[in-house]
């Protein structure tokens, strides 16, 4: 069965720091999302991305947030100076029409220290 | 932003046992979705729902999309071990492309 496989599994980095979260997405699917849960909580929006443009994005998703499509197959999420509130874990998640259920990856643990 | 509240936020039941949770939001949603997530996972789709009134079964799940569409309810029949785990209610608001998520329903099976 076809996956959204993200990488890498777990991070550590410093407060201040840039992290680089890489998700390949489903291959036919068009519309591409990251949610973020943190310990113990909801899943929450981030931001989805159709079209090679960003569709949607939360409040939470500040400037310090970036999403990119680098090529036909990768989307990463870039957080430009990491806070220790960013801990959590980062789902990556991918669907083919616009009101379909995703499919979510296993997700990135980020751990700021 | 949007708030779905969802309940019980935990159920300790016996294998065997029926389930029942639910979802309520005081918005109208054009979707319902519901999800498993155990451990170390990332959410899995068990259900979706596009359609006010509508119910659907995945095996011994059901779903239902409330007829307000501002509600709706998961059931889980003849519970097993391997049912145990986090389930989510998720859904989108009119007019928004990124899911609003419940608390979660952790269950909990004893043998």
């Known amino acids: 069965e076809p996956e959204v496989t993200q990488t890498p599994s777990h991070q550590v980095t410093q407060m201040g720091q840039e992290v680089i979260l890489r998700c390949v997405p489903i291959s036919n699917h068009l519309y591409f999302y990251w949610y973020r849960q943190i310990l113990g909580q909801k899943v929450e929006f981030l931001v989805s991305f159709y079209n090679n443009e960003i569709s949607e994005k939360s409040e939470i998703f500040d400037d310090q947030f970036s999403v990119e499509r680098p090529d036909g197959s990768n989307f990463t999420l870039k957080i430009r100076s990491t806070k220790l509130e960013d801990s959590a874990m980062y789902f990556c998640?991918?669907?083919?029409?616009?009101?379909?259920?995703?499919?979510f990856g296993s997700g990135t643990r980020l751990t700021v220290v | 932003g949007q708030q779905l509240n969802q309940s019980p936020q935990s159920m300790f039941i016996q294998e065997g046992e029926d389930v029942s949770m639910n979802c309520t939001s005081s918005s109208i949603f054009n979707t319902w979705l519901w999800y498993k997530q155990e451990p170390g996972e990332g959410p899995v789709l068990l259900i979706a729902?596009?359609?006010?009134?509508e119910l659907t079964s995945n095996g011994r799940l059901t779903a239902q999309f409330g007829i307000t569409r501002k509600d709706s309810f998961l059931n889980i029949s003849a519970s097993i071990p391997s049912d145990v785990g986090i389930y989510f209610c998720?859904?989108?608001?009119?007019?928004?492309?990124?899911?609003?998520f419940g608390k979660g329903t952790h269950l909990i099976i004893q043998p």
């Open positions: 998720a859904g989108h608001s009119v007019g928004a492309d990124g899911l609003t």
């Open positions: 998640a991918s669907k083919s029409w616009q009101y379909d259920g995703y499919t």
């Open positions: 729902l596009y359609k006010a009134g």
